[in-house]
């Protein structure tokens, strides 16, 4: 053994690039080479064969390095205009000054509690998220990921209704971990690693009547149920809005059967659909609700699940240590949200989201008017915009011809029946125009 030198002067090699202010090119080959070599070797080289990055990016790989805004540059100082937004992950676009300046300052005095004494962010995060969320949601639970916030949620739900029974959506994206799965409603991700423990119901997104039947039929066989979950606008299924009477109406349905209505607002939450929060455009309060991707600012990862004090009651009386995380909800994930919700306060930044989604929309659905044999159709709120193809091959062509054209989309090989537009909600009206000028140029090419 060589006392891990080789590891060691890796590290020191790479500590150096991650330092530095510039890359030049030689380095910038040699970064694009290893990377794509990492993968393979020590990642997953499945996730390489299927990223457009690699399959259409040449010799060497497109591979990112820095971002302002709605613009990031490659190691090779390309630029891009991101309208994928890290799947809404980055509303308030790359680097944010103001998350990074709060981050850094937190870094230098304490990066993770000592679980012990009092720290004082996670307080005033949960405190900032009592006053911007609906009704009477006033506690909040802090993690790292968005599907964490769904773990949370199911099990606050389940010790405080005492059932364990859950209804979700078909076609749901609620996360990848195991209690998120069970709630999941796309059978790929599903299916190969089920049961999951309590057996889990599904009705059609947008069908109330039909969440009601399930209810009936349920109570009818004596199965009870804890709570109803579902994402105010479906995201990962392609930005599907459900028809306007209908989050009304499960908030009715879920009152009069006595479950709870779980929220998962990971993608639509802080300002992406057009309000601050997507069920606002319905005015629907739930008893529980899940926040995660852009509250971290695009900077550092942060989710949350909220709910009112009478629901948290379960988790503090008689086990308050009964959900716990060492790292979740760290005082540098509350300063990068703290800073994010201020910016996206002083902003307004939902508003922005509605007017330029509705302009961006507007033109993007002419667009679909006159490439039929392209476009099943456009669907959406604010900058949660989807993009319905005739089939998942023409879908690929377009997004493959936009990250040509230096605009990044979602849309894989193998999944591209709809390709969201998500771009940060800092995005300018000239940045839009010209993403539609390069998309105009990919449709007359596909
Ligand atoms: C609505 C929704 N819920 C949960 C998740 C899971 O979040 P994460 O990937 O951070 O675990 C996602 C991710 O795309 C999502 O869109």
């Known amino acids: 053994m060589s006392g891990y030198s080789d590891a060691a002067a890796y590290a020191e090699r790479w500590l150096g690039i991650i330092k530095s202010e510039t890359i030049d090119e030689a380095t910038a080959k040699v970064v694009s080479k290893e990377t794509v070599n990492n993968f393979v070797n020590h990642f997953n080289k499945g996730w390489v064969e299927y990223r457009k990055s690699v399959t259409e990016g040449g010799e060497y790989a497109g591979t990112e390095w820095s971002g302002s805004g709605a613009v990031f540059k490659d190691v090779f100082g390309n630029e891009y205009l991101d309208f994928l937004g890290g799947y809404g992950a980055m509303d308030l676009g790359w680097s944010h000054p103001e998350v990074v300046e709060a981050v850094r300052a937190q870094a230098g005095k304490s990066g993770i509690p000592t679980q012990e004494l009092m720290d004082p962010l996670r307080g005033v995060l949960a405190n900032l998220l009592a006053q911007i969320t609906p009704g009477d949601i006033d506690h909040a639970f802090f993690v790292s990921s968005g599907t964490e916030t769904i773990e949370g949620a199911l099990k606050i739900a389940k010790l405080y209704t005492g059932k364990s029974t859950f209804i979700s959506t078909v076609k749901a994206f609620h996360g990848k971990t195991q209690g998120s799965l069970s709630v999941m409603g796309k059978k790929d991700y599903r299916a190969p690693?089920?049961?999951?423990?309590?057996?889990?119901?599904?009705?059609?997104?947008?069908?109330?009547?039909?969440?009601?039947?399930?209810?009936?039929?349920?109570?009818?066989?004596?199965?009870?149920?804890?709570?109803?979950?579902?994402?105010?606008?479906?995201?990962?299924?392609?930005?599907?809005?459900?028809?306007?009477?209908?989050?009304?109406?499960?908030?009715?349905?879920?009152?009069?059967?006595?479950?709870?209505?779980?929220?998962?607002?990971?993608?639509?939450?802080?300002?992406?659909?057009?309000?601050?929060?997507?069920?606002?455009?319905?005015?629907?309060?739930?008893?529980?609700?899940?926040?995660?991707?852009?509250?971290?600012?695009?900077?550092?990862?942060?989710?949350?699940?909220?709910?009112?004090?009478?629901?948290?009651?379960?988790?503090?009386?008689?086990?308050?240590?009964?959900?716990?995380?060492?790292?979740?909800?760290?005082?540098?994930?509350?300063?990068?949200?703290?800073?994010?919700?201020?910016?996206?306060?002083?902003?307004?930044?939902?508003?922005?989201?509605?007017?330029?989604?509705?302009?961006?929309?507007?033109?993007?659905?002419?667009?679909?008017?006159?490439?039929?044999?392209?476009?099943?159709?456009?669907?959406?709120?604010?900058?949660?915009?989807?993009?319905?193809?005739?089939?998942?091959?023409?879908?690929?062509?377009?997004?493959?011809?936009?990250?040509?054209?230096?605009?990044?989309?979602?849309?894989?090989?193998?999944?591209?029946?709809?390709?969201?537009?998500?771009?940060?909600?800092?995005?300018?009206?000239?940045?839009?125009?010209?993403?539609?000028?390069r998309l105009k140029d990919t449709l007359k090419e596909v």
């Open 193 to 437: 690693l089920a049961p999951f423990g309590s057996q889990n119901y599904f009705v059609p997104f947008g069908d109330a009547d039909a969440l009601e039947k399930q209810l009936e039929i349920l109570e009818a066989v004596g199965i009870e149920v804890a709570g109803f979950i579902a994402e105010p606008i479906q995201g990962e299924a392609g930005a599907r809005v459900p028809p306007d009477e209908y989050w009304p109406k499960v908030r009715e349905i879920c009152t009069k059967h006595g479950i709870l209505l779980i929220a998962d607002e990971v993608q639509t939450g802080l300002g992406r659909t057009g309000k601050l929060w997507g069920v606002e455009h319905w005015n629907v309060v739930p008893d529980i609700m899940c926040v995660a991707k852009s509250l971290g600012g695009g900077v550092l990862p942060i989710g949350a699940f909220m709910g009112n004090g009478r629901i948290w009651k379960a988790f503090e009386d008689p086990n308050p240590f009964i959900h716990t995380t060492t790292t979740g909800g760290n005082p540098m994930a509350c300063a990068a949200a703290i800073a994010t919700i201020n910016v996206t306060l002083r902003e307004k930044l939902w508003e922005r989201a509605a007017e330029l989604g509705d302009y961006f929309m507007g033109e993007l659905k002419k667009l679909a008017a006159e490439y039929p044999k392209i476009y099943k159709g456009i669907t959406g709120k604010g900058l949660l915009i989807g993009q319905h193809f005739q089939d998942a091959e023409v879908g690929y062509k377009v997004a493959a011809g936009l990250y040509h054209r230096k605009v990044l989309v979602a849309g894989t090989l193998i999944s591209a029946n709809t390709v969201r537009f998500e771009p940060p909600l800092v995005v300018k009206k000239e940045q839009i125009d010209e993403v539609l000028n």
